[in-house]
């Protein structure tokens, strides 16, 4: 009886462990978002499965670079937008998902598909430069609370349009470091 008293409040214990589990709906448009991805090479909205988007969160206090991949990779179904048919409600389940109202933080982050399928292999392509047609951005971070299912998902709310951008000429880098030497330099006489 002892056992099966146990077995029962294991049970239980996980089934409220997972529905404490926050989830958040990804669109980058609708509800109340407008939010478009463009390319910088080009300045037309960045459209198709030429491109991936993925949504990226952490607790209030993670750093940019620490925040983990929500979801599936999305391609942009509509002009420079994820919305419902290729994004949806993405539920926050791998082992770092916030809990349902436990503060967050997000940031949609998009790429060239010639790039690469996951955004750091795409970061790591893209800035080694070897395609220099291929972009790459990401959004502010936008804080946001998840709900608990079966409540409505909120909506990344405040999140802003970005450019997608190409990674930047080594001449360019090479010029503004010669400009910082030569400045430097002129101070220390």
């Given at each position: 009886?002892?056992?099966?008293?146990?077995?029962?409040?294991?049970?239980?214990?996980?089934?409220?462990?997972?529905?404490?589990?926050?989830?958040?709906?990804?669109?980058?448009?609708?509800?109340?978002?407008?939010?478009?991805?463009?390319?910088?090479?080009?300045?037309?909205?960045?459209?198709?499965?030429?491109?991936?988007?993925?949504?990226?969160?952490?607790?209030?206090?993670?750093?940019?670079?620490?925040?983990?991949?929500?979801?599936?990779?999305?391609?942009?179904?509509?002009?420079?937008?994820?919305?419902?048919?290729?994004?949806?409600?993405?539920?926050?389940?791998?082992?770092?998902?916030?809990?349902?109202?436990?503060?967050?933080?997000?940031?949609?982050?998009?790429?060239?598909?010639?790039?690469?399928?996951?955004?750091?292999?795409?970061?790591?392509?893209?800035?080694?430069?070897?395609?220099?047609?291929?972009?790459?951005?990401?959004?502010?971070?936008?804080?946001?609370?998840?709900?608990?299912?079966?409540?409505?998902?909120?909506?990344?709310?405040?999140?802003?349009?970005?450019t997608l951008q190409p990674v930047p000429e080594p001449s360019v880098i090479a010029l503004g470091a010669l400009g910082l030497?030569?400045?430097?330099?002129?101070?220390?006489?």
């Amino acid at each position: 009886m002892k056992r099966l008293v146990a077995v029962l409040f294991a049970t239980l214990a996980i089934c409220q462990y997972a529905g404490a589990q926050g989830q958040i709906t990804y669109l980058t448009f609708g509800g109340g978002v407008n939010a478009s991805m463009t390319n910088g090479l080009t300045g037309v909205k960045a459209v198709g499965t030429d491109y991936y988007s993925a949504l990226f969160y952490g607790k209030v206090g993670t750093a940019e670079d620490a925040l983990v991949q929500a979801g599936a990779t999305a391609t942009l179904n509509a002009a420079g937008y994820v919305s419902s048919a290729s994004g949806g409600g993405v539920r926050l389940t791998d082992p770092l998902a916030l809990d349902a109202n436990q503060a967050g933080i997000f940031q949609v982050r998009g790429w060239s598909a010639v790039l690469g399928n996951n955004y750091q292999t795409a970061f790591d392509t893209w800035r080694a430069g070897t395609i220099p047609t291929a972009v790459l951005g990401k959004s502010n971070l936008v804080p946001q609370t998840p709900s608990a299912a079966p409540a409505p998902a909120p909506v990344l709310t405040g999140l802003q349009n970005f450019t997608l951008q190409p990674v930047p000429e080594p001449s360019v880098i090479a010029l503004g470091a010669l400009g910082l030497a030569a400045i430097l330099y002129r101070r220390r006489k």
